[in-house]
């Protein structure tokens, strides 16, 4: 997705966590049992080992015993959990407030976007897919599909997308990339998928690159891409945590979906992202 020039060599990003905790570094599977810290869930096996599961509350008509693992170690730091995304050690918070979100939205998968170069894979970025928990009671038709279910049908993440609940993308830089590039890179993968732009298309995409274009985007950087209504994007930046404002918003519901589809239609550019919402959404929908 993004281009060579501005790629070096390949490293994995491992971002500093002060007087961090260690919960569990090798979750296991065993049997569950409920604790008091919201929204998660100690998994206890016959070795006494344990980790901590994310998990949503459920619509009042679902059942109990929903929890999901991200196949990933789960941190504490100070109030926050995390959960460590395996491949580029990058941690992303269980939870989150963003700006122009009505409330808290809850983390469903992580993946990593990864390109080639002379057979050596090198890792671009590590990303996460925030959702609202309501979006869960839009999908009771997908009740007891496994995984490989979920992501073979597009109806599904169309659901999703066409929910009137917030939802939203993170993506965390594992390198130094220049926002031309990275902009250039979106802009490659979003265009074949608006086949008649309109004007307001054509707006949405000057808008959406001139937030980009000619801001370096340092290793670390945040940004978020959240989708509070089909027809609309908020594209949030910052180089120092969790962003405090809207940078751009993007209005059309063609360029809003060709993002979305991107990471989650029938060719996603980080399959394992897809992969780990899949197995995500199969846990909730139990």
Known sequence: MLEAEAICAPALLQLPIPNRKCISSKPRIGFLKRISIPNVLLCQTHHHSCSLFSTFPLPKDSRAHTNFSLNASSYSVGSAEYIEEPATNVRFQTSLSLPGC?????????????????????????????????????????????????????????????????KSLQIILVRDVDGKTFWDALNDAISPRIKSPTPVDEFALSTFRSTFEGQPLKKGTFIFLT?????????????????????????????????????FGDTPVSPPLKASVATGLESILK
């Open 102 to 166: 009505s409330s808290s939205l809850a983390l469903l998968g992580t993946g990593y976007r990864e390109k080639v170069f002379a057979i050596i894979g090198v890792k671009v970025y590590a990303a996460g897919l925030y959702v609202n928990q309501s979006i869960f009671s839009n999908l009771n038709a997908w009740k007891g599909r496994s995984a490989a279910e979920i992501q073979k049908d597009p109806s599904l993440f169309s659901s999703i997308f066409q929910s009137p609940f917030e």
């Open 227 to 263: 989708w509070p209504l089909p027809s609309k994007m908020l594209v949030s930046i910052s180089s120092n945590g969790l962003p405090s404002i809207v940078d751009a918003t993007i209005e059309s519901e063609n360029v809003s979906f060709a993002l979305f589809d991107v990471f």
